[in-house]
């Protein structure tokens, strides 16, 4: 079969803008040299934020601090809903409170490494640098960290660091840390700085002269399609997890705003490197519509176990210890259950490969809190865990203080996403992008704790520096949403969406959701081989092309109708699925979450090729039907030795 | 049929606009127990849909019981019949082959229905612009551990801050109050040293907006505390009255 693309090796256009100079000071010097925007020109700008999770929130709210005009559009009904909110464990920063030995050098590293050397050095520093920055501003605002009986912030340790520096609140450290951007972003509501959005889909970037001006969106009450100008936008939209249809991933999560970006111009980068969580509620039907995870913070005091035995069918408190293997403390002694999420799933797969997989479908190991309950005391892990624990028991029926849980990996984040600069613009001037929208700092594996971290640094400390040093330096001209490019925009989205409901064919959406879903499960998942991402390419050919000619959809589009939202939704999907059928295909190495069989070590880790694949690829769009061009960014490495990744 | 799947007679509010009179419609559903409440639902859709009729509306996210997006009456009560629980949560083990279950929108005039079971609950959002936020700009924050705050008062605030903004507490509410939603997010800053220097006219402005909205004043009932689904006390209530008094002296 053939697969076909351009490459531009050392592309000119993808400059990625790092500053010169060591390390330590880039970021420093960069906001030294940043152009300022006076305060009553800022008035002048509207900056369309599209997205109101972490990084959107955050954004939103310290643009409009700083006088901008912001819009911001949530395809929710409240910008508190972002999922965001989900995030249970906690977030990292270089505070050091601990006296453990962390300094941002060290978070930095981690960083580096754990990501599998495929990140950006000058864009990993910085967020480090600006971690700390994170926790200082959510106290500020209330956000209610757990503390000691002193009065001081604790910390816990998560997977791929030897200290401890995640700050956490109970398990819904995404909970209160959006509620406190929500929060700061609701004032300047208030204030009215931000104009608030809710209930808008974005399905058109607006370009003019090249140049990002504004979105089209989709009013999901009304059904009209709405026009926005500006002087920029930012896209918060979060990742593309959903396209594997079980993930962790809320039901309304989506590329869609990401991709039409895409297809306007904005290359995608890595779209392959994607992150299964090792510890989510195991599948149990058909009619499953999402998977939940189970937060990794749970590893520090719980221990993953399988029985030694093929096929041992006892409960667990049957089997006896010497006739259990833990099998992450047995391969990695100095990580134990606290390897990263790539190398704890990929083991967990192997278990269950091997027939040692627990439970009803053999798809699970055992995570187990009975030593941590004897050593700690059960009122200790109800601190730390109890909504974790409850939560398990409500949709299981067990009770994880009596028995281990059963945990299995599932699609959790994904590390891909619009190529930016140092400045977090994509190849289309004036359009950003920012968290988990973006490919920047997570390389091609994301460490636990780091999301939350990425989301509100990039919205807080980041973009209101590298917006400024956009606006001062180009000129732009006032543009009206009665420009041709935003008419003509709207008549391209009416026409898309009145071919989806008048195809009337047999297949809702949602089947055509889970078709695609288990191509890109079994193909583009833990683990992938050159033959499989070949047979995937043409499965998913064969659905785009079924999606358009046999969807079944039902009601209008002048009024609230979820599955027609779903329906266009799916559709980019299906798109995306092929590219990171292509970017898994290319890429001729194992790093982080992308495992290609062919390329292992002797004792199955990951065996990355340094000397071909030390690159971003950054994928362009050219059009409809034609070949894609691959530019290569090449990651250069001056402050850490590239080596083989061990957490033995 | 297994003894894991239950048919079930549906009775579901459908109501096509905000302006248009809605009933309850009768369906039929089988689905297994191990799917939950909203798995249901969708299983009814895709029926729906087959038959070339319009699905179902109703509000989901996240599935995990924190987004706060699901909002079901089930059976009269807000959520379903177990405690604690979100809709999202609730399990099919929960009910009987054969049973019949009601399901409808929240319902509330300052939650007003935008089609079948959807409501608008941006009211939510303009009580908290009023007010629930401590005024701190970007960048202008201290050192996170140069506010020392007890464990003891950190976990009151943090339970009070656990809300998830579903709306469960006015659609349970027999005067539709949002006493407990506003009272919780009062309570949280009022407990907090960051929250201090603008309690007085925070809780003012707070409790002035959801009069503004139409909510309903508290007349103790506790319906409130019953259904959340992240079990919020109702002593939240009884913090926000002793502050708006108290923002008065």
């Known amino acids: 079969m053939s697969i076909n693309f351009k490459t531009v090796e050392n592309s000119s256009r993808l400059d990625a803008k790092a500053p010169s100079g060591p390390l330590e000071s880039k970021w420093k010097n960069h906001k030294k040299d940043v152009k300022l925007v006076s305060p009553a020109n800022k008035r002048k700008h509207t900056i369309i934020v599209v997205g109101t999770g972490l ?17 911001a559009l949530t395809i929710h009904d409240s910008p508190r809903r972002a999922h965001s909110i989900a ?68 910390n816990r340790s998560f997977g791929g ?21 929500y929060s700061a972003m609701m004032r300047m509501v208030d204030a009215g700085k931000i104009e608030l959005l809710t209930r808008r889909e974005m399905l058109d970037l607006v370009t003019v002269d090249g140049v990002a001006r504004g979105v089209v969106a989709r009013n999901l009450e009304t059904g009209e399609i709405e026009k926005y100008a500006g002087s920029a936008v930012l896209l918060c939209t979060g990742g593309y997890g959903n396209v594997y249809y079980l993930s962790t991933n809320a039901k309304n999560s989506n590329v869609t705003a990401a ?45 993953v176990w399988v029985p030694k035995k093929e096929g041992d069918t006892r409960k667990p408190v049957q089997i006896p210890e010497d006739e259990r293997d833990y099998f992450l403390e047995r391969k990695y002694p100095s990580f134990g259950n606290l390897v990263p999420r790539d190398v704890a799933s990929r083991n967990a797969k192997y278990a269950c490969d091997e027939g040692r997989g627990v439970g009803a479908t053999g798809k699970a190991v055992y995570l187990d809190f009975a030593d941590s309950i004897k050593r700690l005391g059960q009122k200790t892990i109800e601190d730390r865990y109890g909504n974790l624990f409850e939560m398990y028991e409500r949709i299981t029926g067990d009770n994880p203080y009596e028995t281990p849980m059963r945990i299995y990996p599932a699609v959790h984040y994904t590390m ?42 990039d919205g807080y400390f980041v973009i209101p520096y590298t917006l400024g040093d956009y606006i001062a330096n180009n000129s732009l001209k006032p543009v009206s949403t009665d420009h041709d490019a935003f008419k ?68 209008e589009k002048n009024t609230f109708n979820k599955y027609l939202e779903f329906a266009g939704r799916v559709a980019d999907f299906i798109e995306l699925a092929e590219l990171m059928a292509m970017d898994a295909w290319h890429r001729n190495e194992s790093c982080g979450g992308h495992f290609r069989e062919e390329y292992q070590t002797p004792d199955g880790e990951a065996l990355r090729n340094d000397d071909e694949f030390a690159y971003a690829a950054a994928w362009e769009f050219a059009g409809e039907g034609k070949e894609y061009t691959m530019h290569k960014e090449n990651l250069v490495f001056e402050n850490v030795k590239l080596s083989q990744r061990s957490y033995k | ?97 054969g049973e019949t279950i009601t399901i409808e929108p929240w319902r509330a005039s300052a939650f007003p229905i935008v089609k079948d079971l959807v409501v608008d609950r941006s009211a939510f959002d303009r009580i908290i612009s009023a007010g629930g936020f401590i005024s701190v700009n970007t960048g202008s924050a201290t050192d996170a551990n140069s506010i020392l705050i007890g464990k003891d008062l950190a976990d009151h605030a943090f339970d009070y801050a656990t809300c998830i903004g579903c709306g469960a507490c006015v659609a349970a509410c027999p005067n539709a109050s949002a006493s407990l939603f506003t009272g919780a997010k009062i309570s949280q800053l009022a407990l907090l040293p960051q929250g201090d220097p603008e309690r007085k006219r925070r809780v003012q402005s707070m409790v002035n907006q959801m009069d503004v909205e139409g909510f309903g004043d508290c007349s103790n009932h506790g319906e409130c505390e019953a259904v959340c689904p992240k079990g919020i006390s109702i002593s939240a209530i009884a913090m926000m009255r002793r502050e708006y008094v108290k923002s008065y002296f």
């Open chain 2, 1 to 97: 049929m297994s003894k894991e799947t239950i048919r079930l007679k549906l009775k579901v509010w459908r109501q096509e606009g905000p302006k248009v009179k809605g009933e309850l419609k009768n369906y039929e559903v089988e689905i297994s127990t191990h799917a939950s409440f909203l798995e249901m639902l969708d299983v009814l859709n895709e029926d729906l849909i087959h038959k070339g009729e319009r699905p179902v509306e109703f509000e989901h996210d996240c599935r995990e019981g924190i987004c706060g997006s699901c909002s079901l009456v089930v059976n009269g009560m807000a959520h379903g019949p177990q405690a604690n629980t979100a809709v999202c949560q609730l399990h099919m083990r929960h009910f009987k082959d």
């Open chain 1, 55 to 71: 990084a959107g929130a955050s954004a939103a709210a310290t643009l409009a601090e700083l006088g901008y005009n912001v819009k």
């Open chain 1, 259 to 303: 991709w039409r970006a895409h297809k306007k111009g904005a290359f995608f980068g890595n779209p392959c490197y994607v992150q299964i969580h090792p510890t989510c509620i195991p599948q149990s039907g058909d009619y499953q519509s999402k998977l939940t995870l189970m937060s990794e913070s749970l590893r520090n005091d719980g221990r």
């Open chain 1, 488 to 555: 003509a925009s709207v008549v391209e989205q009416e026409e898309r969406i009145n071919k989806l409901l008048n195809i009337n064919g047999n297949k809702t959406t949602l089947e055509f959701h889970r078709e695609l879903g288990a191509v890109v499960w079994d193909n583009i998942g833990m683990s992938r081989t050159k033959e499989g991402l070949e047979e995937a390419i043409v499965k998913i050919r064969a659905i785009k092309e079924e999606f358009w000619t046999n969807l079944k959809l039902t009601g």
């Open chain 1, 416 to 457: 891909g996403g619009l190529w930016v600069d140092y400045n977090l613009m994509t190849t289309v001037p004036g359009c950003f992008a920012l968290g988990e929208a973006n490919f920047s700092d997570h390389g091609a594996n994301r460490l636990g704790a780091s999301a939350l971290m990425q989301g509100l640094a």
């Open chain 1, 87 to 154: 995030a249970q464990g906690g977030i990292n920063a270089a505070k050091n409170y601990q006296n453990d030995g962390d300094t941002i050098h060290r978070l930095f590293y981690d960083t580096i490494k754990g990501g599998d050397y495929r990140a950006r050095e000058a864009n990993v520093h910085r967020l480090a640098e600006e971690s700390v920055n994170i926790i200082d501003q959510a106290v500020a605002q209330g956000v209610p960290f757990g503390r000691e009986y002193g009065g001081v912030l604790s």
């Open chain 1, 161 to 181: 660091a030897q200290v401890s520096r995640t700050f956490y609140a109970k398990g819904q450290t995404g909970q209160q840390l959006l509620l406190g951007a």
